[in-house]
């Protein structure tokens, strides 16, 4: 963002049921002193380019995560809103929260390694297209089946990308996105690839993981010492 006059605003959608995690709500596991959601939000509160911070969030967990609203080490989270049944449902409701805001950045509250500096280079991937999300180049090969697990087709890896969060758009074109929305999506790039918009891929971080499953918040933890040394 070079006009120092836009504002960008994010939304932590942590609204998911988290079936794998054995019993777990993930939005309030322990990760280095800190629960998962507090840890995701704390680099959009600590990154310079974000004036504003929705955190969307199931029925169960709302009361539950009031305390990040304003003041304090949470001063630029203004509202915590109830999400959807889907993803796409959850992302909408905390877009109605942001105020006068050019760019949203959407991202996973189940993601807690995300940085300041991934969300900035996000940011400036944007500009070039209106869109960009955070990816890695696939490392292991990939296999198209069918429904009997037959394999179909092996495509190249070097075309291959897996997408991770930040997403981050202009609010315009996010906006009309949700509004155009055809079927159930996984993530907010293919909503805005629907409604014919580009999205540009920018680096992402093999450390920045989904936490799914038990295991994944055990790796949180090593990967998580890496950045306090």
Known sequence: ???????????????????????????????GGETILMRATRAFQECPLIH?????????????CQHLVGGGDWSKVSDVCLGGKRRQDSVAAGLKHLKDCDWVVIHDGARPLVTAEMIERGLEAARETGGAAAAVPVTDTIKVVGDDEIVLGTPPRQNLRAVQTPQVFRHDIITKAHQKANGDVTDDTSLVEQAGYKVKLYMGSYDNIKITT???????????????K
Not at 3 to 20: D, H, S
Not at 216 to 227: F, G, H, R, S, T
């Open 1 to 31: 963002m070079n006009n120092k006059k836009e504002k960008a605003g994010a939304v932590i959608v942590a609204a998911g049921e988290g079936k794998r995690m054995e019993g777990v709500d993930k939005v309030f596991a322990p990760l």
């Open 52 to 64: 504003q911070i929705v955190a969307v969030v199931s029925a169960e967990n709302e009361a539950k």
């Open 214 to 228: 038990p295991d994944d918040l055990a790796l949180a933890e090593v990967l998580l010492k890496k950045y306090e």
